[in-house]
């Protein structure tokens, strides 16, 4: 058997160029220009205020810059204890962001109530409004809730931005939490 030796493709040379699908590009431009709105209520939110620092650097993300206007978030991020009375609350910031948007569940007080086992504090986010990434810890380290961050980053790459809010795991979702 001879060797066979292969032609190489004119577009080689010079520039080139690459093909790739729309959704592809437009993940990779959401997932590294995500705007955090930050629903911190306790000791979680002083991790995340950590991991904004310097030392941790969360705008190596694209993320630095920080909404506290709903409508132009497109990540929730929750730490720290969540009264039942804050509930709808959550909600309604959920409900005010603009599709697509993705939640975090940071530490163990908004991924499951935490400690606080008790009448008053919600057992969970994911009682009120859908979670994406939960972050273990009581309180999480940055490493923890970058993570967590990176996480997200990996969902947002990956799932057709265009069709989330259409999919129909999508709508059943949100139909459970009553939210249309
Ligand atoms: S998980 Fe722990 S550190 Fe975080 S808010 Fe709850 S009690 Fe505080």
Known sequence: MGIKTVQIPESYFGEGYQ???????????RANSIWPLPFATSCC????????GTNYDLSRFGMERL???PRQADLLMVMGTIAKKMGPILKQVYTQMAEPKWVIAVGACAS???IFDTYSVLQGIDKVIPVDVYVPGCPPRPEQIIDGVMKIQELVKNESPLRRRNSPEYQHLLEKYQIG
């Open 67 to 69: 909404s506290f206007s």
């Open 112 to 114: 499951s109530g935490g």
């Open 19 to 29: 093909l790739t699908s729309l959704d592809k590009v437009l993940g990779l431009a």
């Open 45 to 52: 939110g002083i991790e995340f205020m950590a991991t904004m």
